[in-house]
């Protein structure tokens, strides 16, 4: 069973994101940045590379713009805005966001428009959708991963589909509320790269946001900064 959606569900994807929580206990909460002046500093864009070997994954892409190992979901490219809000430019909240529907990008005609993902539930339903998703916190102007070191965060996917989710949320808490997830692995394999995987099971839990089941879901990508962060 597979059901596909369109541009508007993408609006209340971005305006439920709005509202994600933190991570699990893990969490590291950078303290904030007085913002008195804007920054010289601009926030990185980012690519995005779902692996094509992906029969174990819950979270399927939709294959196209492959370099032949992964299915590549590059910033500016066939409606994707992809970006690491690490400085003060604009929130410098360390999020690590992807948007498949993109209303700012200026590439909408290419064939592949909107990119999709395919989400297989466990009990074999299907939903085909394009996505907006934020991972929290991987750097800021106050917190970084070092290379080499993997920490939990939170992840969110928006689901632009009917009743069953608007979201997948890899995380224990949710806006300050306990839930049935849990977050995912994020390793820093290098100064501009960042790979993110759901836990092995049972611990990869996603809470199916609003309607309240949690499923074991696999999910896992790679993030790619248009330039080396500290």
């Not at 070997?53 to 032949?68: C, E, H, M, T, V």
């Amino acid at each position: 069973m597979s059901r596909h959606s369109s541009g508007p569900a993408i609006l209340i994807i971005v305006a439920a994101m709005a509202c994600i929580g933190t991570d699990d206990d893990a969490f590291v909460v950078a303290p904030g940045s007085p913002m008195l002046a804007k920054s010289t500093d601009t926030d990185p864009t980012a690519t995005y590379r779902f692996p094509l070997a992906d029969a174990s994954l819950n979270i399927k892409s939709d294959g196209a713009f492959s370099d032949g190992t992964y299915s590549v979901f590059a910033n500016g490219v066939c409606g994707v805005e992809a970006k690491i809000f690490a400085t003060a430019d604009l929130s410098n909240s360390g999020d690590a966001t992807l948007g498949t529907n993109g209303p700012r990008s200026r590439d909408r005609s290419c064939p592949a428009y909107p990119r999709r993902f395919t989400v297989v539930f466990p009990d074999g339903i299907t939903e085909t959708t394009a996505s907006f998703s934020n991972l929290r916190e991987i750097e800021n102007t106050t917190y970084t991963i070092p290379v080499g070191s993997t920490v939990k965060r939170a992840f969110h996917m928006g689901v632009a589909t009917s009743a069953r989710c608007e979201g997948l949320v890899w995380s224990a808490i949710r806006t300050g509320t306990p839930i049935p997830g849990d977050s995912v692995l994020v390793t820093r394999t290098a100064v501009d790269s960042w790979h993110v995987q759901s836990q092995p099971a049972p611990n990869n839990r996603a809470y199916c946001w609003p309607n309240g089941p949690s499923y074991n879901m696999a999910v896992e990508f790679t993030i790619t900064s248009s330039r080396a962060l500290p």
